[in-house]
């Protein structure tokens, strides 16, 4: 069955570091990607998507996200992050055209001052 | 620019108490589904609709039902709460994987 990995369930870094989120992916066929963000006490709200085409994918908030095929993974990157991006990152997938999405569990992006 | 409205956003209920969850959208989607989010879990869907008259179950249907007689609604009903019901409703409406969410809202079951 598809499935999502997010490997870490809390990532702290310092304030304008570089962060990495992990997710990974199972799946034989072809998929849709996502990233969706929650701040504190609010609904989520879509990051990025990758549903084909070039493979480095740019969002909101600086954020971008690289689809690697043969190492099913989609992994989140910020170059700086600052305070404002505090929040829980999902990853989610879609094999079939309605994108009825399997997610992962969430991680938790924690920014030290 | 009201997106999904989701009511009531705080409800304490007892055990074997039955409720209804709203939830509205003005964006015209044909897709609307039904989330619980609880800690370390991720999202979970529990009833999905694409379209009016038009619904079908996901992951964790058990003890809710859903109807979906306009576009614009689509309410989520617990039939006879249990505590394991206690959680975080999502309600989101999308359109080609793009799924925008509503504020949610958090029950507790006693």
């Known amino acids: 069955a598809q499935s999502v990995t997010q490997l870490d369930s809390q990532v702290p870094v310092f304030e304008e570091a570089p962060v990495e989120l992990r997710c990974n992916y199972s799946?034989?066929?072809?998929?849709?990607l996502f990233w969706y963000v929650q701040y504190p006490n609010q609904g989520l709200q879509l990051l990025l998507k990758?549903?084909?085409?070039s493979t480095l994918v740019k969002g909101i908030n600086g954020f971008e996200a690289e689809f690697n095929k043969s190492q099913t993974s989609f992994h989140l990157r910020k170059p700086s992050v600052h305070i404002s991006d505090t929040a829980e990152y999902f990853c989610?997938?879609?094999?079939?055209?309605?994108?009825?999405?399997?997610w992962g569990a969430g991680t938790k992006l924690i920014i030290k001052p | 620019n009201a997106g999904v409205t989701q009511t009531p956003k705080f409800q304490v209920l007892k055990t074997g108490q039955s409720m209804t969850l709203q939830c509205a959208q003005d964006m015209n989607h044909e897709y609307m589904s039904w989330y619980r989010q609880d800690p370390g879990m991720g999202l979970r869907l529990i009833h999905y609709?694409?379209?009016?008259?038009?619904?079908d179950q996901g992951e964790v249907p058990n003890g809710y039902n859903v109807s979906r007689s306009t576009t614009e609604d689509f309410p989520l009903r617990l039939l006879s709460a249990a505590p394991s019901q206690t959680s975080v409703y999502f309600c989101a409406s999308g359109l080609g994987g793009e799924l925008f969410f509503g504020e949610g809202s958090r029950l507790t079951v006693l």
């Open positions: 799946s034989s066929v072809s998929v849709y």
């Open positions: 990758y549903l084909s085409g």
């Open positions: 989610a997938v879609s094999e079939d055209s309605n994108y009825q999405l399997i």
């Open positions: 609709s694409v379209g009016a008259g038009i619904t």
